[in-house]
């Protein structure tokens, strides 16, 4: 039996072909939509003027410190008018056209230091666009960077207490490799969270420094160091 011209056999395996291209094109697009959807601008991938294919390629990495300068070179195709890189950090959409390094520094906040993470990850969207006329090819991509985060000091301790007490530092420190710290008496100490008797009383400013691959931080408290209350009693018996 034949469909349209197409014996049985024919005819499903070219519908089987169609359905299983048609999906494929539909998932890829699915997913260029999903990587994108935070960018600034939209996926492309036009050949109008030609097939032209956009790459980008970071000097060194992937992971960066925190205020490293990132460079990523252009390896696109020769024929580009222009391409744009969205850093997806907030930043403003980076324009370039030539075929010129682009280049850039992340800065994150102090309030983003301390999330429970010792890195973030940036996935970065470009595109190079060529213009013939009023038709355009276009193609555009992601590169995913990790910045790993500088390390930030935090500190609590009550600001008074008794001389041959145990103090109890609350270390909540984030991203630090090392400790150091620094009790103002002249002992110091490299542990996380130390044990500390001040035997003298007075005021202390204790410092701790903390450190790790891609920066150092530091900050102090100060605590006075009182004696231990005297028990004032008197008993008089009328026996």
Known sequence: ????????????????????????????????????????????????????????????????????????????????????????????????????????????NDSDLCNGQSSKIFSICFKGVKICGTSTSCQSGTNDFKIKLRPKAIISVASEVCKGSTVAFINSSCNALTYEWIFGDNTTSPDKIPTKIYNSPGTYTVTLKVQNDCGRDSTTRTITVVDQPLSDFSYSSAW
């Open 1 to 108: 039996m034949k469909i349209f011209g197409l014996n049985r056999s024919s005819f499903y395996g070219c519908c089987l072909y169609r359905f299983t291209y048609l999906m494929i094109f539909l998932l890829f697009n699915l997913f260029s939509v999903e990587v994108f959807s935070q960018c600034k601008f939209r996926p492309c991938a036009d050949e109008d003027c030609g097939k032209l294919n956009a790459g980008f390629k970071p000097v060194g990495g992937p992971a960066f410190c925190e205020g490293d300068t990132i460079k990523m070179i252009n390896n696109s195709d020769t024929g580009f008018n222009y391409f744009l890189v969205d850093w997806q950090d907030g930043s403003a959409l980076d324009s370039m056209a030539n075929y010129k390094p682009f280049v850039h520094v992340y800065r994150i």
